[in-house]
């Protein structure tokens, strides 16, 4: 089955402006099979992903975390659950603000105390082609990291696989899966 998918969303949970009901509308109206709510874990609130079960929707919705991880400095990486399986994605590595040898240092670095499993290749929804690179040993994929409406739909997954979490999970982990951008 062909599905579109968000991995990064953020909501009122921690510092994005939309609800997750709001979320999920607008990214069901963008045409999105699943997302991804991947709320700050120092600023979400306890109990605030308890709305997913109760949503009426169609939409695969995943809840996870964006982990704060200090590795020379603080990052990200985001933890998306699965029903079985964890998916761990190393966010927005141009946010890093260094030459691509530290910054692949760093993903390493993070690699060997937790199972990366994929990159980001964008920056709010934006390509960053730099990270495309072979010398990153993981799956690249596009997110927009929407926090607001006017980021939601910038860029995103698409996969052929079965329509549940841990098979969306193990396209991304075996590269089965392409990037795609608003616009381009």
């Known amino acids: 089955m062909h599905l579109k998918g968000a991995l990064h969303v953020h909501t009122t949970c ?32 306890g109990g605030c992903y308890d709305r997913v079960e109760r949503l009426d929707t169609e939409m695969i919705v995943f809840t ?13 990486v985001n933890r998306i659950d699965g029903d079985r399986e964890t998916l761990h994605i190393f966010n927005h590595p141009a946010e890093l603000d260094l030459p691509l040898a530290k910054v692949i240092a760093r993903i390493n670095a993070v690699a060997r105390r937790l199972p990366i499993d994929a990159v980001e290749v964008t920056t709010k929804g934006f390509r960053t082609p730099e990270y495309e690179t072979g010398a990153i040993p993981f799956p690249k994929v596009a997110t927009d990291d929407a926090h607001t409406r006017q980021g939601c739909g910038r860029a995103w997954i698409e996969m052929d696989c079965a329509r549940d979490k841990d098979s969306i999970i193990r396209a991304v982990r075996n590269n089965a899966f392409w990037n795609c951008y608003a616009g381009n």
């Open 14 to 45: 921690s510092d994005g402006t939309l609800s997750i009901d709001q979320v999920v509308s607008v990214y069901t109206g963008l045409g999105f099979d699943f997302i991804a709510l991947t709320d700050h874990d120092y600023l979400v609130r």
């Open 64 to 76: 996870g975390l964006e982990m704060t991880v200090f590795e020379k400095g603080y990052l990200h």
